[in-house]
């Protein structure tokens, strides 16, 4: 077959056509194939791509498809030749074209890998990397806490709405409480705090010293005593580095890697890092841990621990008969309440907030709600 019956046979708009990929975008183009000293890929009188015949390879394809790539384009270039003939035409041309293709030998040592393979990302997961988190965490720089947990608090405020309530009052009340626990608990650094308006019911405390509580939760309390226990248990995990341990372990070798060579601190890492900190939850046993913690800290008070399991049964309500319950990340809220309230004990200690105080906490958004 001659150049020019070639070229014209794969014209636009034919049954013999080419197709390319330039390894640049995913656009699919029609082209036409003529064979010189090299194969030229031209497409609307546009100057032709020059492949060396010796460069080109065959790779995996449609059936009855020549799939080729050339090993001086874009790794991702791509030609596809359907007609026979000109498949043929090309491969008689290319001496080297399937030196690249794989047979029943490499296909198995391919598989061999990939199992190897697996079997160490699964024992990295399972062994590896909570191992690692155990020895990692309490050696992070405070200065890169405190870096992931101002981006967890930007994910959280954009989550939840970005109002914040500080009526002065209110936020004056608040960090006397945070003050009084974190002086029990033992921390040894300050401890910000703040008020976020939302109906969820929850609290939580961030890497680097900073604890947030959400009104919904204020909005369910009786007593600054039940609030008291929920913020010491998220110290308990502050104290305990957990959140930093969860973080490691979630985020896996990638987390490590760049822990090891200091990237930790560029801003995709900070986003990929304080997205799993929203997103994360504690096991059984840290959670449990957690709850030791805060029924100790309250027992350093002089309070009891008893008015914390009221108000999480309170927002839970009784878990055990759901489904699905052994394999839920916190102890069952009955149970927690059972052991802090056989733990509870006449009140040795002062209020943790006088009247007016307890009145202005609740009052710190605007209402009690």
Known sequence: MTDSAVQDASTPGSSDTAIFFDGRSSRRRTVCLAFKDQLEISEDGAAPILWAY??????????????????????????????????????????????????????????????????????????????????????????????????????????????????????????????????????????????????????????????????????????????????????GHLKHRDNMRNLIHDSGTSFLVGLLFGDITGAGALVFASRTLVTSSYSRDVEQSADTFAMDVMRKLGRSPKPMGELLFRVTGKQGDSEMTILASHPLTEDRLKQMSEADRPPTGAPLLMPGEWTALQAICGSKS
Do not use: Y
């Open 54 to 235: 010796a460069d080109i390879r065959q790779v995996d394809g449609a059936q009855e498809t020549l799939r080729a790539m050339c090993l001086s384009a874009p790794p991702l270039a791509r030609i596809e030749i359907r007609n026979t003939q000109l498949a043929a035409e090309l491969a008689s041309r290319c001496p080297r074209l399937t030196e690249n293709r794989i047979d029943g030998r490499a296909v198995t040592k391919i598989v061999g890998w990939s199992l190897a393979a697996v079997i160490s990302i699964v024992t990295l997961v399972m062994f590896a990397i909570p191992l690692a988190a155990d020895r990692l965490a309490p050696i992070v720089p405070q200065g890169v806490e405190r870096r992931l947990g101002d981006a967890a608090e930007v994910q959280i405020k954009t989550i939840f709405g970005n109002k914040t309530c500080n009526a002065a009052s209110g936020q004056k009340a608040f960090d006397k409480l945070l003050r009084s626990l974190r002086e029990a608990a033992g921390l040894d650094t300050a401890v910000a705090s703040e008020v976020l308006q939302t109906s969820v019911p929850n609290a939580l405390a961030l890497p680097g010293g900073k604890v947030i509580l959400f009104s919904g939760l204020l909005a369910k309390a009786k007593s600054p005593d039940e609030i008291a226990g929920v913020l010491a248990h998220e110290l």
